[in-house]
């Protein structure tokens, strides 16, 4: 059973980091592209960042220089190392694994509360 296990949100300050971290299992880590999204209340879902089976990283213009999305794939584990925190930043964040081949697989983890006090 594919499971991704989030962790790491906290209560943070405006201005501060947090390291977020998402491990999976009972997948091929290393073949996904990773990606962190995140949903405010009363907002859509929308994508942090993302980092491809070859590293390649993108990332939404709204945590550009702030947020770093790395890969450990001996630990099959991703990170979001988030700076600058801003109060706008606080939502829950969910780790997502994708592999499109012939066929498209799409997993989720349960999420970690990220707030940002001001």
């Known amino acids: 059973q594919v499971q991704l296990a989030e962790s790491g949100g906290d209560v943070v300050q405006s201005g501060g980091s947090l390291r977020l971290s998402c491990a999976a299992s009972a997948i091929t880590f290393s073949a996904y592209t990773m990606g962190w999204y995140r949903q405010a209340p009363g907002k859509q879902r929308e994508v942090v960042a993302s980092?491809?089976?070859?590293?390649?990283?993108n990332y939404a213009d709204s945590v550009k220089g702030r947020f770093t999305i790395t890969r450990d794939n001996a630990k099959k584990t991703i990170y979001l190392q988030m700076n600058s925190l801003k109060p706008e930043d606080t939502a829950v964040y969910y780790c997502?694994?994708?592999?499109?081949?012939?066929?498209?697989?799409?997993?989720w983890g349960q999420g970690t509360q990220v707030t940002v006090s001001s």
């Open positions: 997502n694994a994708l592999l499109e081949t012939q066929n498209f697989f799409s997993y």
């Open positions: 980092i491809s089976n070859h590293s390649t990283t």
